[in-house]
């Protein structure tokens, strides 16, 4: 089959691989009929996730039909349409019985390699490196799909693939990104990082009550997206002004915003020169992972009492961590990979019942085969690149 | 196969740029057996200088974005070979090796760095957006611009 | 120089304790874990002391972890987890010799005693 394979940093290629197989009794293999090329794909891109190969199959959002069971799987035929969450998930460990399925604890083959990174493992996930398991991910013709009791939805509707594709991560993401924000109606909620997932945060705080949602970014076509589909009631460009934690202030009677949601991670393109010049050579040297200037406004800006809420990934450790602010301003962090399977049936409902249509994110819809054009466009930010859709 | 044209991009000779420029200010002297002599000046000058317009060029490391990437890079060449020239032109080459050597491959390193640099000072982009804005089944400025709210506010 | 291992195991005690079967080079001790948690299984190496093997001994107690996850991974979800990478499941001396995340040709799910 063809798929989209890691090939070194800033490269990827479409090459011929042998197609998946069963290999647990609870597994599933899905003929794949959309895929997308997701921002946290960009840190496996650029090259600062480590234990990447070359040859990893990538991707981690993917949909299509069921075409092979394991003898262990019950709730799925072949021929059923599926979308398939992209954290792995036994089931049955404390976390997963807890619905923390982004922190099961039997999912993961490389345990020993996360427990170095983090102090423990976390869940397997598609196509995202040797950290999470290694598993081959679904920017390909066809993907394995380990408990497939337990991960995929079946879908029983005639929505197009783009308006459920986006269960399988962004949405469900950003949701839990306001979701943590505890919106009861009225709040002002910020958002920094108007990609994919910033839109579907900002939606999500807009379906969940908020009263204000700020989209902070420093392009100008993500903005107006954020304004014009998401529901943003005001916007940030900080490229026109750096000094995000004023414009906040700004806009909230100088209080700040009740919650921030940081849907940006570990390559914050914005920084305040001599502090963002450091961050960015001590990246590049590789003497720290993550660049967090996002984090940092983030923090500063969050009204005293607030809730910082992180669903952009990040990978290591980074640098001047604002932690007097955090502890003297007495705020709530709350972060994780997204408990996709936690969301995915509410959320689901939301769809069908047209609280909203996630397919408004995808701005390029591409054969399988252009992946490396399609990830330098999205990459670069060109051609008002949002989201893009492969079709194998 | 992707080849990058060259392969040091804006930000990895903006990484270089200041760390030639703090290790000319504070120990090459030292390293290169020159301290106290007007060598050593002249290279922590060079050195000085060199990091000071690399704070204002337009790159990725650049604080205040004012000069561009390419007139960054003619400056680093006719720095080089300015640097080179010093001792003779002064007349110091005669005192000995060490007063002229440093600065000769300081620049000859200068030059090998500016050979490897990739001028267009945007990152090795190497996609075509051409081909995907063909290929694209989409139309990204109607996604943005056109179709009004997807998503109904709370009751 | 850590000479524990441990893993928690949702199954109440006396299940863990019956089902029981990895070889490990230890002394294994089982203890109930608080709440709902399940049980705790407990393994201190046998450490003889010289500085050689406390060289080896990182790599034995990486050996250790695999086998309680392992375990864990059978008595709670029925199988241990198999990725691309990682065939066989998860096997210290896999650590650095991982093959690409993409699936196994024909021979090599031979090979990896699995077709």
């Known amino acids: ?186 709040e002002v909620i910020a958002v920094f990082g108007a990609g994919p997932v910033g839109q579907f945060a900002i939606a999500s705080a807009v379906m969940l009550g908020a009263e204000r949602v700020i989209a902070i970014d420093q392009y100008d076509y993500r903005l107006q997206m954020a304004r014009n589909r998401a529901g943003a009631t005001d916007v ?157 | 196969m992707h080849m990058p044209p060259r392969p040091v991009d804006a930000t990895l000779h903006g990484v270089v740029d200041y760390q030639a420029g703090a290790l000319l200010t504070t120990v090459l002297p030292k390293l290169a057996g020159i301290e106290g002599t007007r060598a050593a000046r002249q290279i922590r000058t060079a050195g000085a200088f060199h990091a000071g317009y690399s704070t204002v060029t337009d790159y990725p490391l650049g604080i205040v974005k004012l000069l561009p990437f390419k007139a960054h890079l003619a400056l680093d060449a006719v720095g080089a070979v300015a640097l080179a020239a010093t001792p003779f032109i002064t007349g110091q080459f005669k005192e000995g090796r060490r007063q002229w050597l440093p600065h000769v491959a300081l620049c000859l390193f200068e030059l090998a760095s500016l050979a490897m640099t990739d001028p267009t000072g945007r990152g090795d982009f190497h996609g075509d957006v051409d081909a995907v804005r063909e290929a694209n089944l989409e139309d990204p400025h109607r996604k943005i611009y056109d179709g009004g709210p997807a998503v109904v506010r709370a009751a | 120089m850590s000479n524990h291992a441990a893993i928690t195991v949702n199954r109440s005690r006396e299940e863990v304790e019956r089902l029981w079967n990895a070889e490990v080079n230890g002394t294994v001790t089982f203890a109930d874990a608080p709440g709902d948690r399940g049980t705790e299984i407990h393994v201190e190496l046998n450490r003889s002391g010289n500085p050689v093997s406390k060289l080896l001994s990182t790599k034995a107690l990486a050996k250790v972890k695999d086998e309680l996850r392992r375990f ?27 093959r690409p995340a993409q699936p196994l040709a024909e021979g090599e799910l031979e090979k990896a005693g699995l077709s």
């Open chain 1, 1 to 186: 089959m063809k798929a989209t394979v890691w090939s070194g940093r800033n490269t990827v290629q479409v090459e011929n691989v042998p197609d998946p197989k069963i290999l647990n009794d609870r597994d599933a293999i899905v003929r794949i009929t959309s895929t997308a090329i997701c921002g946290s794909d960009l840190h496996l891109y650029d090259g600062y996730v480590p234990t990447m190969k070359k040859g990893d199959i990538l991707g981690h959002e993917f949909m299509g039909e069921v075409v092979e069971v394991g003898r262990g799987v019950d709730n799925l035929q072949v021929g059923d349409r599926v979308v398939v969450p992209f954290p792995i998930a036994c089931g049955n460990c404390w976390a997963c019985r807890h619905e923390l399925y982004s922190l099961c604890e039997n999912s993961n083959p490389n345990a020993g390699l996360a427990e170095k990174m983090f102090g423990h493992p976390t869940a397997g996930i598609f196509g995202y490196s040797h950290l999470t398991g290694g598993y081959a991910g679904g920017q390909a013709e066809f993907a394995r799909v380990p408990y497939a009791d337990v991960g995929p939805l079946k879908l029983d509707d005639d929505l197009s693939d783009e308006q459920v594709l986006f269960l399988s991560d962004i949405f469900p993401t950003g949701f839990m990104g306001a979701d943590f924000c505890e919106i009861t109606g009225g």
């Open chain 1, 236 to 392: 940030i460009n900080f490229a026109e002004d750096a000094d995000v934690v004023e414009q906040l202030k700004a806009l909230t009677g100088g209080r700040g915003p009740d919650a921030v949601i940081d849907a940006v991670g570990m390559e914050a393109a914005h920084g305040h020169g001599a502090l963002h010049a450091v961050d960015r050579v001590k990246q590049a040297t590789r003497m720290q992972s993550e660049r967090g200037h996002a984090l940092r406004d983030a923090i500063l800006a969050c009204r005293p009492g607030g809730i910082v809420s992180i669903i952009g990934v990040y990978g290591g450790l980074m640098d001047k961590f604002p932690t007097g602010a955090l502890m003297n301003k007495g705020l709530t962090v709350k972060a994780g990979q997204c408990h996709v399977q936690h969301y995915i049936k509410p959320l689901y409902e939301r769809i069908r019942n047209g609280d909203i249509d996630p397919s408004f994110v995808v701005t390029h819809r591409l054969e399988l085969g252009k992946a490396p054009d399609a990830y330098e466009t999205f990459k670069h930010k060109l051609d008002e690149c949002v989201k893009v859709v492969l079709k194998p």
């Open chain 3, 72 to 98: 864990k991974q059978r008595v709670e979800t029925g199988e241990i987890p198999r990725s691309d990478a990682t065939p066989e499941g998860e096997r210290v001396e896999r650590k650095f010799k991982q």
